[in-house]
């Protein structure tokens, strides 16, 4: 997801240091929350072998989804971005999401 793995020397604020057998051997830095909007996004462009903006609508929809559990939708711009990726519109992504969170009548 594009964390940055150094020494623990290196390690400062929010860096995670692993130890082992009570010895500090590594940090790992994660990235920035919308860094790995980027790299989730390139991850299903890889899953579904071509590029998302050349899906079919519930493809589209399946990957809204899938962002919207990762929490995609939490970054700022998070919305264009994704919609820039899907080659759709804000307003379809906020559709595509209030599709999903609108409860099913009977």
């Not at 082992?20 to 299903?44: K, M, N, T, Y």
Request: net charge negative; proline share 4%; hydrophobic share 40%.
């Amino acid at each position: 997801m594009g964390a940055e793995i150094m020494g623990p020397e290196q390690a400062c604020g929010d860096d995670v240091v692993l130890a082992w057998e009570g010895r500090d051997v590594l940090a790992v830095r994660l990235p920035q929350l919308s860094d790995s909007l980027d790299h989730i996004l390139a991850a299903l462009e890889r899953r579904y072998g071509m590029p998302l903006s050349e899906l079919d609508r519930k493809a589209k929809q399946s990957v809204v989804r899938t962002l919207e559990g990762r929490g995609a939708f939490s970054v700022r711009h998070g919305v264009e971005t994704v919609a820039g990726a899907l080659g759709v519109s804000r307003f379809t992504v906020y559709n595509y999401l209030n599709r999903e969170n609108t409860p099913k009548s009977e």
